[in-house]
C-alpha cells in the first residue's frame, strides 16, 4: 500500500471506469483535493475523504487489489468513519470495526439526455441562499450530505411556491476541470411529492452542468423506486452497484 498525491496518476487509475468513479474524479479538483487522501496498491484505488462532521471512506471496483488494500487502511483511519463500497468489500473492515449497515445504493450515469426545455420556474441557488435551504433540507430531508460550500458553485437550483421553496436540488461534487459532476441533496417537501418537482429540479440541475462537464453521475438507493424511475425518464442509465455503511471501533 502506499499513500498517492499524484494527481496524473489517480487520474489514469480511476479513469479505467470513469462512470464508476465519477465522484472520486471529482475530488481531484482543486475546490475538494485538501480534503482528500488516496492510497493505492496495485491497479486499486482507495479515497478517505475528509467530509464534514464524519469521514468518508470509497473503495469501489472489481480490482483484486481491493479487498487487501482496504484492510491495510483499518490503522490509518479514524475510529469512526462512513463507508461507500462495491458489494462484498465490508469483510474487509472487520476485526477492527464494528459494521452498521446502511444500505444497498447504485450508481446511475446521464447517457442519452431527455432533459427537456429550460424551466424557468427554477430559480438558481447562491451562498447568500444558505440559510433557507438548510431551512428546507431540515424539513424535506434529514440526514442530508448538504455542504454548504457547494453553494459556491452556483449549480444549486429551487422552485418556490407562496415563496418557500418546495423543491431544491444540487451537486455533491462539481468539477469543469475534470470533466464530471454528481448530483445531489434533491429533495422535495413531504406535502408536494407525486407532482414531477424532483424530476423538474434534477432536469434544471442537468441542464446547467452539461455546459461545463461531459459527465454527470449520481447515487441513489437501489429501493427508491420512484426516484430511478424519474432519473430514467431524464437519461440515466444503471453503472454499478454500491453499499454504504457506518464502521465504528
Not at 219 to 238: P, S, T
Request: charge should be neutral; hydrophobic fraction near 45%.
Amino acid at each position: 500500500m502506499e499513500q498517492v498525491s499524484d494527481k496524473a496518476r489517480l487520474r489514469e487509475l480511476l479513469g479505467v471506469e470513469r462512470d464508476l468513479h465519477i465522484y472520486e474524479l471529482g475530488d481531484l479538483d482543486d475546490f475538494f483535493w485538501p480534503r482528500t487522501r488516496w492510497f493505492v496498491r496495485g491497479g486499486a484505488v482507495v479515497l478517505l475523504y475528509d467530509a464534514p462532521g464524519l469521514p468518508v471512506v470509497v473503495g469501489l471496483g472489481g480490482d483484486p487489489e481491493l479487498p487487501g488494500l482496504l484492510a491495510a487502511l483499518q490503522g490509518t483511519l479514524p475510529a469512526r468513519v462512513y463507508a461507500h463500497l462495491s458489494p462484498g468489500l465490508a469483510a474487509a473492515f472487520a476485526p477492527r470495526f464494528g459494521d452498521q449497515p446502511h444500505g444497498a445504493f447504485a450508481k446511475y450515469a446521464l447517457a442519452r439526455p431527455a432533459l427537456g426545455p429550460d424551466d424557468p420556474g427554477c430559480a438558481r441557488l447562491g451562498p447568500g441562499d444558505r440559510a433557507e435551504l438548510e431551512a428546507f433540507y431540515a424539513a424535506a430531508y434529514p440526514g442530508n450530505w448538504f455542504d454548504p460550500r457547494m453553494l459556491e458553485t452556483g449549480q444549486y437550483v429551487a422552485l418556490r411556491q407562496a415563496g418557500a421553496i418546495v423543491a431544491a436540488g444540487g451537486v455533491h461534487v462539481y468539477s469543469p476541470a475534470e470533466g464530471v459532476a454528481a448530483l445531489g441533496n434533491i429533495a422535495v417537501a413531504p406535502d408536494r411529492r407525486g407532482a414531477g418537482l424532483g424530476r423538474r429540479v434534477t432536469a434544471a440541475v442537468c441542464r446547467s452542468l452539461r455546459a461545463s462537464v461531459a459527465r454527470i453521475g449520481l447515487n441513489v438507493r437501489a429501493d427508491n423506486a420512484a426516484a430511478i424511475a424519474c432519473y430514467q425518464r431524464l437519461g440515466f442509465r444503471f453503472v454499478a452497484p454500491y453499499e454504504e455503511h457506518l464502521f465504528q471501533s
